[in-house]
């Protein structure tokens, strides 16, 4: 077997140079080396983990009335979805790092993209190398880690995965001036419908990650190997470029302004986030909004919004091609998918676009997980379970086969989803975990998948002394890190040397709570005792976050529970 893995080697380093063919080559090797895996209940269920940049939970299986995403809306029908999902810092690479490795961002020490977690906090274990580590082939396929320094460069492999992680050749044109303006000239804008013809390639970065993904599963089809497919689509990140005819769905008129369009008078400004990315943009730009407060015109505004539910339905057929393709494959019934998104996206409510705050509207993300002979029932060898729909075509409404409240966190999936495969579940972290290799900070959530909805009991006031235990009533942590107490030009997105203050927030079924502090990037040390500013929402009464009543409520109890939520 040495001598094989060596001839192995040799040929893939004679392949230098060769892309394709030395792809091949490793792929190759990845198959006929990778260990076995010990025995458990879900041994021989494969893996497809879908995750999507910048999701908020517009779907019709999350009851919007608006947005057409038939497919998703039918893996929802076969899946349990989780309603109450949040994300643990609302930005693509701290969000990604944290629900792959099990671990938060206070202990990944990444608030921003320019560190390696296994340099600069630890060498942490992550979801897919436990898999691979485990007899799994595992692959990526877009955007799944953040490219970059966070990920090394090379989207952690080859610690991660078995084969060298695939992006889209076009992937490199997203900020290019490829969106044409009235006057027939190109423009780097936000609002970016396109002619697919007209692009680089003919294409958009989407579309050949579908193609790839669809290579692959085709691949292990023939192989029949256990895999961790991991698929990252980048819409409906901005720039919001998708095919124009997608907006046939959305006629100007039918779309309205986000309920809550203002700054809220109570809105600490610290917790503001002013959309630097978006102002960038051509189009933007030529509106001279002012900084930091906008706002932006109503009709442009509408046109954000048309635009951003245009790439969710193409989103949509991209995943309903996929699952079909999974379908085609004969993998239904033996492959558990998981559908996520590293965070959400603001569409003008509280006067803020973009992700980078601790709101729901940033932090709440949808997720859902298909079992075969767990969340439906046994799936026959090639029976049909997604077959593609069009979202051009009028398609009855799925309701999702199961449904929770619960407050779940994404910094659990890593633990969810060994637990869904049979595999031994990683050790819950101690204290401190920076030298421990395998723990994970969230426990695994299998246990909601059939549990109860009834709701424990609180005190009037929303809160006690009794510390109740993650399991008796779910909370959601979710933080953001802030340069100054006011808004400033690196507000949404400040390098570690500048963060001055951490924004801690604390979601539970009944509110959302935050409190932000003084923080010292130099030793990663939160003052709790240094407190700049809070806010305090209950959602029966304020759904939205619009009005904070921390300073009009005796809220010690609060502070008293994060802290020792954050200290477990």
């Known amino acids: 077997m040495a001598a094989a893995a060596w001839l192995c080697l040799c040929r893939c380093l004679c392949l230098r140079g060769l892309p394709r063919r030395a792809f091949a080559c490793a792929f190759a090797c990845a198959f006929a080396f990778a260990p076995g895996a010990a025995a458990g209940p879900g041994d021989g269920m494969n893996v497809l983990f879908i995750v999507v940049d910048d999701l908020r939970p517009v779907l019709g299986c999350y009851g919007d009335k608006l947005v ?50 296994r340099v600069h906090a630890g060498n942490y274990s992550t979801m897919p190398q436990y898999f691979k580590e485990n007899g799994y082939v595992t692959m990526s396929v877009g955007k799944v880690f953040h490219p970059g320094v966070s990920s090394n460069y090379n989207d952690d492999y080859p610690y991660s995965w078995s084969i060298p992680p695939f992006h889209p050749s076009t992937e490199k044109y997203e900020n290019d001036k490829t969106c044409r303006g009235k006057d027939g000239k190109l423009y780097a804008n936000l609002v970016c419908p396109v002619d697919v013809t007209e692009m680089p390639g003919g294409t958009l970065p989407d579309i050949q990650s579908t193609e790839e993904a669809i290579r692959l599963l085709n691949v292990m089809k023939a192989n029949k190997q256990k895999f961790f497919l991991a698929v990252g689509y980048h819409k409906p990140h901005i720039p919001l470029r998708y095919p124009q005819e997608f907006l046939k769905l959305y006629p100007l008129e039918n779309i309205t302004l986000a309920p809550d369009p203002w700054v809220p008078e109570k809105l600490p400004s610290v917790a503001y986030n002013p959309w630097t990315d978006i102002r960038q943009r051509d189009d933007v730009k030529a509106l001279n909004v002012s900084f930091p407060y906008g706002p932006l015109a109503d009709d442009f505004q509408r046109q954000i919004r048309q635009s951003y539910y245009a790439a969710v339905s193409y989103l949509d057929t991209q995943v309903g091609l996929l699952l079909n393709a999974l379908d085609d494959a004969g993998l239904s019934s033996r492959t558990i998918v998981v559908f996520t998104a590293d965070h959400g996206w603001s569409l003008g409510e509280h006067g803020e676009w973009a992700k980078y705050s601790n709101f729901d509207v940033a932090t709440r993300v949808p997720l859902m997980f298909y079992v075969p002979g767990m969340t439906t029932s046994s799936v026959r060898q090639g029976e049909r379970v997604f077959p593609y729909l069009d979202p051009f075509s009028r398609i009855l409404g799925f309701v999702p086969q199961g449904q929770s409240k619960k407050v779940v966190e994404l910094v659990s999936l890593f633990s969810t989803l060994a637990e869904l495969a049979g595999l031994q579940v990683p050790p819950a972290c101690p204290e401190t975990s920076f030298h421990v290799a395998l723990c994970t900070e969230g426990a695994s959530i299998v246990r909601y998948f059939n549990a109860s909805e009834e709701k424990v009991e609180e005190e009037k006031n929303g809160c006690d002394d009794s510390y109740r235990r993650f399991n008796e009533e779910p909370v959601a942590f979710s933080q953001y890190p802030r340069p100054a107490d006011t808004p400033q030009w690196n507000s949404d997105k400040p390098k570690l040397k500048d963060i001055r203050i951490m924004g801690y927030s604390m979601r539970t079924i009944d509110y959302r709570y935050t409190v932000w502090v003084r923080f010292y990037p130099n030793n990663f040390r939160a003052d709790f005792e240094d407190v700049h500013a809070g806010e305090l929402y209950m959602v029966e009464t304020d759904p939205n976050q619009d009005y904070n009543i921390y300073n009009n409520t005796s809220h010690g109890c609060f502070f008293k529970k994060l802290l020792g939520f954050l200290k477990h």
Do not use: E
Not at 91 to 108: E, H, K, N
């Open 68 to 117: 057409k995403s038939p497919n998703i809306d039918q893996l929802a029908s076969q899946s349990i979805v989780f309603s109450n999902a949040y994300a643990q810092q609302a930005v693509c690479a701290p969000s990604r790092v944290s629900f792959l490795t099990g671990r938060r961002p206070d202990t990944t020490r990444l608030y921003d993209f320019y560190s390696y977690w």
